[in-house]
């Protein structure tokens, strides 16, 4: 199975910023992508962003683009969420996911952001 652990979460200030890592172990699915899920009280879960374990161009959500920015390290276990210039309507619980359709989620990490 596969293990995906959210971390870096916590409480800024609007214009500030914070990096999300996620942590993947066990059998990771390197052929799909990774993708950034947010999910505030009240809303539906929102696609956040995606890339691929393998490489190419990260894709986002029209609300994140031009702020956030997702990479992952060399050895290709842990994918990381930049988040600039975080707006109050940011707040939300974050979280990873993987597997050929979403079936694998992390735990999620709390994001607020204060006005």
């Known amino acids: 199975q596969v293990q995906l652990v959210e971390s870096g979460g916590g409480l800024v200030q609007a214009g500030g910023s914070l990096r999300l890592s996620c942590a993947a172990s066990g059998r990771t699915f390197s052929m799909y992508a990774i993708g950034w899920f947010r999910q505030a009280p009240g809303k539906e879960r929102e696609f956040v962003g995606a890339?691929?374990?393998?490489?190419?161009?990260?894709s986002y959500a029209d609300s994140v683009k031009g702020r956030f920015t997702i990479s992952r390290d060399n050895a290709k276990t842990t994918v990381f969420l930049q988040m600039n210039s975080l707006k109050p309507e940011d707040t939300a619980v974050y979280y990873c996911?993987?597997?050929?359709?979403?079936?694998?989620w992390g735990q999620g990490t709390q994001v607020s952001v204060s006005l």
């Open positions: 890339i691929r374990w393998s490489g190419g161009n990260p």
């Open positions: 996911a993987t597997g050929s359709s979403w079936e694998y």
